[in-house]
């Protein structure tokens, strides 16, 4: 039977999942076609390489025929890194890379994102803090991509989205606060996308991309948490409306319906909690 909370990622036009046996063993299997999976063990068998039949295959996605996900480990102390399944070369499957060594903790990498260039995550590392990271499937090529709030301290990357070839993302920087910024995953090409709340954090909540276009809230230090939309230039990241002109309207749920509409959960201050549309 599936596992629960597993991830579904498709390959080669083949859907890779995780699936516990009767014997409680979890493996990886991928599905060939109507009925039909792979024989155990599969892929993986998760329950042999993590010490524990609770592991499961999540955060994936997948990146010159490896597999980068981040299951639990079992141990004293137990511990979650990202690991890897390469698909060309079973011999390089297992741990990808230990990035917090400190104390046997773990890094608690994620949101992984595969750019041309390689695979973008976010992971903890005690010198860093949480930063962005970046792999290409392989150990050697695994390594801190941006110290954005350099020292220990965190810049806490989240909000992940694909904007054409770039990833976007909301991140904390020592001083423009906490901002949404993008890069293409090559070295040098992070950069903020526009400082929306120059006297502080505009903190960018619920994040989505639709059509090309990120929709979200954010508080410029005037109007509060409203509707904001960008297509990752300065220029093109604006204010849609003050939804809530006394306080939060914190929209979220962004969702499209049809070629035009999208439709969201919003608070004008007069009705609570309810359905917009833009």
Do not use: C, M
Not at 99 to 113: K, M, V
Not at 130 to 142: C, M, V
């Amino acid at each position: 039977s599936a596992a629960s909370n597993t991830s579904f990622l498709e390959y080669n036009n083949e859907l890779i999942l995780d699936s516990k046996s009767s014997g409680n063993q979890v493996y990886i299997v991928k599905i060939l076609g109507s009925n039909n999976y792979t024989e155990s063990p599969g892929l993986e068998s998760l329950s042999t390489k993590t010490g524990s039949p609770n592991s499961r295959f999540i955060n994936a996605t997948v990146f010159n025929d490896k597999i980068i996900y981040n299951p639990w480990v079992a141990g004293s102390p137990s511990f979650i890194e990202p690991f890897v399944i390469d698909l060309q070369n079973s011999a390089n499957t297992g741990l990808l890379f230990n990035i917090n060594t400190a104390g046997g903790g773990d890094s608690n990498p994620r949101y992984f994102t595969a750019l041309s260039s390689g695979v973008l995550f976010s992971a903890y590392n005690p010198t860093y803090g949480y930063e962005l990271w970046k792999t290409d499937g392989t150990a050697a090529g695994t390594a801190l991509f941006n110290d954005i709030n350099t020292g220990g301290a965190d810049s806490n990357p989240n909000e992940f989205n694909l904007l054409g070839t770039q990833l976007t993302f909301v991140a904390t920087h020592p001083t423009l606060g906490r901002e949404l910024f993008k890069t293409n995953g090559n070295t040098g090409s992070l950069v903020l996308v526009k400082d929306i709340n120059t006297s502080g954090d505009s903190n960018p909540q619920n994040v989505k991309e639709i059509n090309g276009v990120l929709y979200f809230s954010a508080d410029n230090g005037t109007v509060g948490q409203e509707l904001w939309k960008s297509n990752g230039l300065n220029a093109g990241t604006v204010l849609v409306k003050d939804i809530n002109p006394s306080g939060d309207a914190l929209p979220s749920n962004f969702t499209q319906v049809g070629s035009t509409t999208i439709y969201f959960v919003a608070d004008d201050g007069v009705n609570g909690r309810e359905l917009w549309k833009t």
